[in-house]
């Protein structure tokens, strides 16, 4: 596995434990990234550290502060914030089993995957994920990675398991104070059973090769046909932002078009076509630009005044 492990440690089940590994299960190297440039210079933007009073200050003389109240901090040094962390036990004690269902969604966060590190504790891992797997149960462990301890919940997935760290109780907003608005009136059975049939007619396999991120297509390739010089763009279909008032209407034309949205909306974005270089543009489809006015002659200047003799000054 060419890409360094996130963390390295043992995985424990009472008295059986084995080296393991964890890697990231997700990956954020293809997102499109950007620098600040100076288009006059060509230069990249070096952000400072500006004190309003002092003026440029280097980083490695500030220390972090907390707001407690309205500009009021509590500053803390860096060896204090180092004092308080968690030793890292290198190990990640399972401590219960629980049904998959039991864990809303609402409290899974960022995946990784578990593997076995080296041969020593293969036969401790296999027997593990085994027993996990014939059990049909999630395992929730406890583990410290960087400065934070996180409960995890780990589960067979093919030949290794799936680590996913779980969001702390804090971490998640209570949702009444966003769905307490929503008007509770139960609509018309006639509206639900053509939504049933809706839904019946858009049902089909998970494919997640199908939802690509169509922004960052066309980003890309409008950055491709702006690589070589010329200017290039990309055109991709807006939203339909129809005003439908008649929702039972609405969702008869939905059935009619087998749950498809008009125009089947859910092509991806059109690419632009590389620039072939040396070739002769196409004529534009733009209304060509106008003439620049024509420079009016310059107004003629009053006649100067005949300026006095200047005298000269006694040596």
Known sequence: MAQRPTWEGHLRLSLVACPVSLYPATSYASDIHFHLI???????????????????????????????????????TQEEIKSVRLESTRTIDIERFVDQKEIDRIWWDSPYYLVPDGKAGLDAFTVIRSAMEEAGKVALARVVMGTRERVVAIEPRGRGMLLTTLRSHDEIRDESAVFDDIPSAKPAKGMIDIADKII????????????????????????????????????????????????????????????????????PAAKAAPAKRGASKPPASKPPASKPAAKKAPAKAPPKKAASPKRRRAG
């Open 38 to 76: 100076n288009p006059e210079t060509g230069n990249r933007i070096r952000q400072i550290v500006v004190d309003p009073e002092a003026g440029e200050v280097e980083r490695k003389n500030l220390v972090k502060g907390y707001e407690y109240e309205k500009d009021q901090y509590v500053l803390l």
């Open 200 to 267: 019946e007619q858009q049902v089909g396999p998970f494919d997640p090769s199908q939802f690509n991120d169509r922004y960052e297509d066309a980003l890309r390739a409008l950055i491709e046909s702006k690589k070589g010089g010329d200017d290039g763009g990309v055109t991709a279909p807006p939203p339909r932002s129809d005003n439908v008032i008649d929702l039972m209407e609405a969702l008869r034309k939905s059935l009619e078009q087998g749950g498809k949205p008009a125009n089947d909306e859910r092509r």
